[in-house]
């Protein structure tokens, strides 16, 4: 028993400090050589400010701002903490109910939209934290935020193309916008028409 005890501990002891540190270290540090910015959670600065991150979504109820999916995360919206959906399942009537008063807030706000609203206006996703929504939930909004912000919606709608990524290889998976980005560039947008 003696015999094999100390082989054993030796082992655990070495594959613990590969395992645990040096690769890890390893992994970390080649992440900050070839991909800083994804590896320090993809943030986004404005201004020296960080303003969020491209990968985490934030709630935004303002007119003039595109509206990002409804979040489940609690004690607030968008709480990385808390990453879940609602567990609530498609025959609970909590979940119907609060779609419904979702569907009659985004139909509120956009009174010449006749068309179905885009699910993910109104659902949340299964972490409640997606940061972006599909190019049709986007065009359903340019009218109201070209509106609240006096410009043409034909500008706003340049914006939302400009801002459509696409799957990788444009092959697999469906076109998106980030609504951070979104939201910041229109920023941009009416500070250089303030400007002018």
């Known amino acids: 028993m003696k015999t094999l005890l100390r082989p054993a501990l030796t082992l655990f002891v070495l594959l613990s400090a590969i395992t645990g540190l040096f690769y890890p270290a390893l992994i970390t540090g080649l992440a ?10 993809s943030l986004i600065q404005r201004d020296q400010q960080l ?3 491209q990968l985490i979504g934030q709630s935004f109820s303002g007119p003039n701002y595109f509206w990002s999916r409804p979040s489940a995360t609690g004690p607030m919206p968008n709480n990385a903490a808390a990453s879940s959906g609602s567990n609530l399942g498609p025959s609970n009537p909590a979940l119907a109910e609060a779609v419904q008063a979702r569907i009659a807030t985004v139909r509120a706000a956009h009174p010449e939209q006749a068309g179905p609203v885009p699910a993910e206006l109104v659902t949340a996703s299964a972490s409640g934290l997606d940061p972006h929504i599909s190019p049709a939930a986007a065009y359903y909004q340019i009218a109201r935020v070209a509106r609240a912000r006096q410009l043409q ?4 709608k340049r914006l939302v193309d400009r801002h459509t990524a696409y799957p990788s290889g ?17 920023d941009k947008l009416a500070a250089g028409k303030q400007a002018a």
């Open 170 to 186: 444009r092959i697999f998976g469906e076109r998106t916008v980030n609504v951070l980005e979104l939201n910041l560039a229109l």
């Open 32 to 41: 900050q050589a070839i991909f800083p910015h994804e590896a320090n959670g």
């Open 153 to 156: 919606p034909e500008q706003v």
């Open 51 to 53: 303003v969020g991150s």
